[in-house]
């Protein structure tokens, strides 16, 4: 049996910010033998990941502008003609960014502001990054493993991928999963779990 294997660091904490909830009960679809995603299949059809890059200054620097860029551009979405603070990086730990989640609700443009600060004073810098390479690999297991997994299993995809290339440049801040759109309550974890046994979220080499 498999078990339960993460997302990358960045994508959970940004799927995370973006909130869920969940409505109605899930449960697997009951078959005798499952279809369960086979790592040769994967290696036949993707090859091997692609290796890493190494977490320079010049990439860490190129996700600070990229992630202050994407929390700016939450605050655009409700106050267009808000005028950008200048801010200056306290914190890359991403240990300040617990004392920047509000309760989502940006009840006006000053509250807007104030989160657009926190943030962008502390952005969370991972020590290790995909590189596009390894992000184009997760964009085609994504697509063309998991998600059709989830639909062997009974489940739909919450929101259609975007273009391969758009997800790769934009990679931590792609904006897309494959997250689930029939989710239920109290059994969702359990559930989720239990379906990532067949169709795990990561391959091994990039969890």
Known sequence: MRTPRML???ALALLALAGC?????????????P???KDGAVLAALG???EGEPMTPEREA????RFQNYRWSIVTQSYPDAVRPTVTVADTTGAGVSACVSDGLQ???QVALADYVCF????????????????GYLYDYWTGFVVPCYAEHGFEISADPPVRERFVAEWPFQNWAP????????DAVAALAELEQFCPGVPDELS
Do not use: C, H, W
Request: charged residues 15%; hydrophobic residues 35%; glycine residues 6%.
């Open 48 to 50: 091997e990941v692609p």
């Open 120 to 135: 962008a004073q502390n952005p969370p810098v991972p020590t290790s990054m995909l590189s596009s390479a390894q992000a």
């Open 62 to 65: 190129d996700f600070i502008a």
């Open 21 to 33: 909830t969940f409505v109605g009960p899930v449960e697997l679809k009951p078959e005798s033998e």
């Open 107 to 109: 009840s006006s443009e």
């Open 35 to 37: 279809y369960t995603i």
């Open 179 to 186: 997250t689930l759109a029939n989710r239920g309550g109290e």
């Open 8 to 10: 990358p660091a960045v």
